[in-house]
Structure formats: C-alpha cells, structure tokens
C-alpha cells in the first residue's frame, strides 16, 4: 500500500550527489509528518496512532544510486520499477527517498514513496513541495491554545454525540449497501494472483493536445484522460489475447475531500467514483461521450455516495473491525472494480531543487491485491503525465501498454 513518483529535473551544473542528499535530509527533517511513525494502541482494541519517532534521522531514509545506460536499454525505468517493489519499514516513519544520477542530458531524478497510511495524493505533493525550492518550511510549534467553548448542559451534549454516530451509521450503511450490491461475480481480465514483481512505464502526452479534443468533444481533460486510457486498455487487452468487444473495465476514480476536510498533510480525506470505462467500444469519440455521461452521473451523486466512496467507510469502522477485515477487503477488491486510474494535483508554478528545474513527474498508484494495473496521471504545466504500474509477473512487457496509451492518443487526435 505505498505509492510513490519519479520526479526527473534538468541540472544547470554538474549535480554534487551529496551536497543535494544534504539538501533534502535538511529540509525533510522539517516536515512534521516525515517524522512520525505508527504506533500501537491498547485502547481502543486494534486501534493506532502517529507519534515522533525519538530515534528519527532524515539521513537514514535518503539514498544514492547512480545509474549507467550500457546494461539497461531505459535504465531509469529499470531500477524504479526494483525500488517500487521494495516494502517500506513499518517500524519507522513510511517513506524513503532516493536520488537518481547518471541519467542523459544531464538530468537527475528524485525517487519518493510514501505508505498511503501516512497521506493520500494530494497530501504526498504537500509533502513534497516541502523539499523543494521556495516553499516556506513549517517549523516545530508547540499546540495552538483553543477557545473554550461555551458550557452545554449534559443532555444536549448527549443529543449532539447520538446525532453525528447517528448520520454516520446511516451514511456508513449506504455505502455499505452500495458496495454489496456493486460486486460482480467474474473476475476481470486484468486480474492477478498477487506478486511483489513490479515494472513501471513512463508517458508523457502534450495538454494542448488533449485540449484540442476537449473543445472539439466537450468535457473536461480529465475525461479525456480516462477516454484515451479506455482505447489504450482496449488495445492492449486485444493484443494480450482477450475480446474487447462488448466489454467493460471498471475503474476506481478516487476523490479528494481534502478541500472539505482542511488540513493538507493530514492523512487520507478519500473518495472514490465507480467509472466503468468503455473499452468494448471501438470509436474514440463514443468512448469519450460514454466517459463523459458516467462522470457527469458520478459528479452529480456528489463524492458520498455510492459504492464509489468506499474509502469513506473506513473512518466510520471500529479499529479492530478495520484491522481484521482489511486483508479480506483487499483481496475482493477485484470483485468490486479492476483497476485504479488516479490524478494527483499540481501547481502551474515553475518548481525546482537547488536550482534544478522540474521536468517531468510520474506518479505511481498502489496495485491492490491480485490487480494487474494500476494508473496515475499528473500534469504539469504543458504536459500530462501518466505512470503505469503492473504486477511483474501478469505483464512482463510493459512497452505494450505504454504503446498503446500513444496510439490511443493518437486516434482521438485524428477524430478531432
């Protein structure tokens, strides 16, 4: 369950590997949230929490590795894809970062997993940003002194507790409901026995592309997304041996609640769209009219609702409910949707690190059990970024997918 991004920036001089970890170790150790790891708790049962680690050195989660193109035909790609699989220390705070040199044109890269324990998309770049250039660190303060509210009596105190477990309830049990009745039988195409074998595929496309069909079709660029990755998982399913034709793939579209919630490094404020992506259709345009109307159907029901807002569960489970059925919960996930295609947000602003300017970013979705797929997206001023992540042993070749995001591309370009 950790996600992760391979962020490549393009050096001005002759990058100093540990003048730069020094750089990163000093300002990650300023993060409040870098610091903290989690911890048990005996009451309530199965129940944890965030606390300091006493024995915390930035250093210790900062690495160096510097790679040569004479073994590897994309040697980045390579050695990410070894480093994504590598489980994270649940002993010590969740993340790890490694500084990648030796790359053409005098680029580096930046290489950043984090366990989504610790914070969900939006929450990681507010990580992020942390470390790079010109953003105003936060620095150790003690808690904020609260207003004392004015005394309620005890009765209406009473009501207002039974009141909030009572919505709770209500909204948790339509969720539930939601869920139970989402399920399908099948499992999907892009299913997999589960393996901790994983390859990653980079794909940058040009925006104004994109927006070039979103004002001939209509919609937003995230639903050119999603339809371009819906003729991209047709193709691919075809050459894999599969029917495409008549078929649906369901999609796990999460949504951040985070702007409702207000806190921006605070843990995971999720929810989630059902999308079936209509991968049986071979016309782009009608695919992206099919995509369209299923988004526009979800936006309306709002982020709440519907078997979509899984994650939203979660925060209203018992702590040792949440505990025992996890594991089980993950292993249905394809019963529920088959793959997970996920946007993490980013500013336009120019970003750098010590003077390196940012080129490319590709973030990285966590592949839940026996999933074959998962997909991230991010753009960054003039491009759209997509970070494909499969399970190693399902998809041994992972240029196929990666071809066929480009002709997908491509197609409803042409239709436009």
């Given at each position: 369950m950790h996600m992760g991004a391979v962020i490549t920036f393009t050096a001005r001089r002759p990058v100093d590997p540990s003048a730069l970890t020094a750089i990163l170790a000093e300002r990650a150790a300023r993060l409040p949230k870098l610091r903290q790891r989690?911890?048990?708790?005996?009451?309530?049962?199965?129940?944890?929490?965030?606390?300091?680690?006493?024995?915390?050195?930035?250093?210790?989660?900062?690495?160096?590795?510097?790679?040569?193109?004479?073994?590897?035909?994309?040697?980045?790609?390579?050695?990410?894809?070894?480093?994504?699989?590598?489980?994270?220390?649940?002993?010590?705070?969740?993340?790890?970062?490694?500084?990648?040199?030796?790359?053409?044109?005098?680029?580096?890269?930046?290489?950043?997993?984090?366990?989504?324990?610790?914070?969900d998309g939006a929450g990681a770049y507010a990580v992020a940003a942390g470390l790079l250039d010109g953003v105003k660190l936060p620095e150790r303060k003690s808690a904020p002194t609260r207003r004392i509210p004015a005394q309620r009596s005890t009765l209406d105190t009473?009501?207002?507790?039974?009141?909030?477990v009572w919505d709770q309830a209500n909204e948790a049990?339509?969720?539930?409901?939601?869920?139970?009745?989402?399920?399908?039988?099948?499992?999907?195409?892009?299913?997999?026995?589960?393996?901790?074998?994983?390859?990653?595929?980079?794909?940058?496309?040009?925006?104004?592309?994109?927006?070039?069909?979103?004002?001939?079709?209509?919609?937003?660029?995230?639903?050119?997304?999603?339809?371009?990755?819906s003729g991209a998982l047709r193709e691919w399913l075809v050459n894999r041996?599969?029917?495409?034709?008549?078929?649906?793939?369901?999609?796990?579209?999460?949504?951040?609640?985070?702007?409702?919630?207000?806190?921006?490094?605070?843990?995971n404020k999720l929810s989630g769209y059902l999308c079936d992506l209509p991968v049986g259709e071979d016309d782009p345009v009608e695919r992206l009219r099919v995509v369209r109307r299923a988004m526009t159907r979800n936006k309306a029901a709002g982020p709440s609702r519907g078997a979509g807002a899984l994650p939203l569960l979660a925060d209203r489970v018992p702590s040792l409910l949440h505990r025992l059925g996890t594991r089980t919960a993950g292993q249905a996930a394809p019963l529920l949707f088959d793959l997970v295609i996920t946007t993490v947000p980013l500013p336009p602003?120019?970003?750098s690190i010590d003077g390196a300017e940012l080129s490319e970013v590709y973030p990285f979705v966590p592949l839940a059990p026996r999933h074959a797929v998962g997909i991230a997206v991010a753009t960054y001023r003039d491009s759209v970024h997509i970070g494909l992540q499969v399970n190693g042993e399902a998809v041994p070749d992972i240029g196929s997918l990666r071809d066929a995001v480009l002709?997908?591309?491509?197609?409803?370009l042409d239709a436009s």
């Amino acid at each position: 369950m950790h996600m992760g991004a391979v962020i490549t920036f393009t050096a001005r001089r002759p990058v100093d590997p540990s003048a730069l970890t020094a750089i990163l170790a000093e300002r990650a150790a300023r993060l409040p949230k870098l610091r903290q790891r989690a911890r048990a708790e005996l009451f309530p049962p199965g129940a944890a929490s965030w606390a300091e680690d006493p024995d915390f050195v930035a250093a210790n989660h900062i690495h160096h590795e510097a790679l040569s193109s004479l073994y590897e035909p994309d040697p980045l790609a390579a050695y990410a894809s070894r480093w994504i699989a590598e489980p994270l220390d649940t002993g010590r705070p969740l993340w790890d970062l490694t500084l990648v040199t030796g790359l053409p044109d005098g680029k580096f890269a930046l290489l950043m997993k984090l366990h989504h324990a610790l914070t969900d998309g939006a929450g990681a770049y507010a990580v992020a940003a942390g470390l790079l250039d010109g953003v105003k660190l936060p620095e150790r303060k003690s808690a904020p002194t609260r207003r004392i509210p004015a005394q309620r009596s005890t009765l209406d105190t009473m009501k207002g507790a039974l009141g909030t477990v009572w919505d709770q309830a209500n909204e948790a049990a339509g969720i539930a409901s939601s869920v139970v009745r989402a399920t399908r039988p099948t499992l999907s195409p892009v299913s997999a026995p589960s393996s901790a074998e994983r390859r990653l595929g980079f794909v940058r496309l040009p925006l104004s592309e994109l927006r070039q069909v979103r004002q001939a079709h209509g919609g937003t660029t995230n639903d050119v997304v999603l339809a371009v990755l819906s003729g991209a998982l047709r193709e691919w399913l075809v050459n894999r041996g599969h029917r495409a034709d008549g078929r649906t793939l369901r999609a796990l579209i999460p949504v951040s609640v985070r702007g409702r919630a207000g806190n921006r490094l605070g843990g995971n404020k999720l929810s989630g769209y059902l999308c079936d992506l209509p991968v049986g259709e071979d016309d782009p345009v009608e695919r992206l009219r099919v995509v369209r109307r299923a988004m526009t159907r979800n936006k309306a029901a709002g982020p709440s609702r519907g078997a979509g807002a899984l994650p939203l569960l979660a925060d209203r489970v018992p702590s040792l409910l949440h505990r025992l059925g996890t594991r089980t919960a993950g292993q249905a996930a394809p019963l529920l949707f088959d793959l997970v295609i996920t946007t993490v947000p980013l500013p336009p602003a120019r970003l750098s690190i010590d003077g390196a300017e940012l080129s490319e970013v590709y973030p990285f979705v966590p592949l839940a059990p026996r999933h074959a797929v998962g997909i991230a997206v991010a753009t960054y001023r003039d491009s759209v970024h997509i970070g494909l992540q499969v399970n190693g042993e399902a998809v041994p070749d992972i240029g196929s997918l990666r071809d066929a995001v480009l002709k997908s591309t491509a197609r409803l370009l042409d239709a436009s």
